[in-house]
């Protein structure tokens, strides 16, 4: 063989692939480089460059990774935004102690997903009955309170409790998923994605009232904090939060003479949990501050801190299902068609290696998954 062929050969067995969905896909499945190098019979060294863009992928290689990963080979040459890396636009509520490790994965997990909707987006359209509001908090005077109750004007929302939180977001034009993030530190994630509509990630493994609080809590981030940030965000989504779900004109006259027998009653009518009841009757000044304490020291001694009763139904989301079934149904795509449509049939933290591939090992704070 000529040196000219040689070269020639030697480059039609490479790809241009984007290093990032090498890295995605791989801190999808909660790996480090040692451990897909490992699998594949390379050096941590060669997947360091793979991911780095600094070195050609061979195609046998390319097939390689998406075999053990399970992931197409179609989704590597993707060009996709990826969220969450030095991006101060993406939010979570979570509880503070969450590993590095976990949030990488979760990170990869709704960038994945994110693609995956725009994928089924690209054939269908969301028809919104209303719209979602972006009304910057520096335009009310950092007022979260001000922006909930505009926001309840602009959906035209009765003045008690929403009997469907779900809904009403996905009338606006936003889209809800639930996601099992493998931990139950993260309770909500958002990203509203450019030129589309706000996607809310959603923990499913949540009881329905602090899903309804944590959805409410990232529509205050996706409606004050997509152009301006400033401030303490995470308190002005909270006050946003128990505007939204607990409107001040009307929850005043239920929270007087509180107690917990009234938040045990209050509970079902308006869909929050008893400790964001107790919050609001404090924030409203119905309650001194001993007052609160004092009642927070009662849920805790009952054990609801952590587990509440009569726990609220989880709320339902419809819009991903239904593009699903359009191109299932509509489109009439087989599975292997929708494989390429959603670049994988794995998703989230119960994936486990195919046994035909390399057999990988899952690392991470195991004890945040228990």
Not at 129 to 134: C, E, L, V
Not at 201 to 214: A, C, I, K
Not at 258 to 273: D, G, I, Q
Request: net charge neutral; glycine share 6%.
């Amino acid at each position: 063989m000529t040196p000219a062929k040689q070269a020639k050969t030697e480059t039609d067995n490479k790809c241009n692939v984007n290093p990032m969905m090498i890295r995605l896909a791989r801190e999808s499945r909660g790996l480090t480089q040692k451990d897909l190098a490992h699998a594949l019979g390379l050096s941590q060294a060669t997947i360091c460059k793979y991911e780095l863009g600094t070195a050609p992928v061979p195609v046998a290689d390319l097939q390689a990774i998406a075999g053990a990963l399970e992931y197409i080979v179609p989704f590597f040459y993707l060009e996709d935004q990826v969220y969450g890396r030095g991006n101060t636009m993406v939010f979570h509520r979570k509880r503070v102690r969450i590993s590095a490790k976990v949030q990488t994965r979760v990170n990869a997990d709704i960038n994945i997903r994110k693609m995956q909707l725009a994928s089924l987006l690209r054939a269908s359209e969301i028809k919104a009955d209303y719209t979602f509001p972006s009304l910057s908090i520096d335009e009310y005077n950092h007022n979260p309170e001000v922006v909930a109750r505009t926001v309840r004007e602009v959906w035209q929302l009765p003045a008690g409790p929403i009997p469907n939180l779900t809904h009403v977001v996905e009338n606006a034009g936003g889209v809800v998923l639930h996601v099992d993030f493998g931990t139950k530190l993260i309770d909500g994630i958002h990203l509203w994605l450019s030129g589309l509509c706000p996607v809310f990630f959603m923990n499913q493994n949540v009881p329905g009232e602090r899903y309804r609080y944590s959805l409410a809590h990232e529509i205050g981030h996706a409606v004050m904090h997509r152009t301006a940030i400033g401030g303490d965000v995470e308190e002005e989504a909270n006050r946003f939060a128990s505007e939204l779900l607990m409107p001040r004109s009307v929850v005043r006259a239920d929270l007087h003479g509180f107690s917990l027998k009234v938040a045990e009653r209050l509970k079902p009518v308006w869909k929050v949990s008893m400790q964001a009841l107790t919050m609001r009757a404090w924030q409203l000044r119905l309650i001194s501050n001993r007052a609160r304490q004092g009642l927070f020291s009662r849920l805790g001694a009952r054990g609801y801190r952590i587990d509440e009763p009569w726990p609220i139904p989880l709320e339902e989301p419809r819009v991903f299902d239904r593009l699903v079934s359009f191109h299932r149904d509509e489109l009439g795509l087989s599975d292997d068609e929708m494989m390429h449509v959603m670049f994988t049939k794995h998703l989230g933290p119960d994936w486990k290696p195919d046994p035909a591939q390399p057999q990988l090992r899952v690392v991470g704070d195991e004890s945040l998954f228990d």
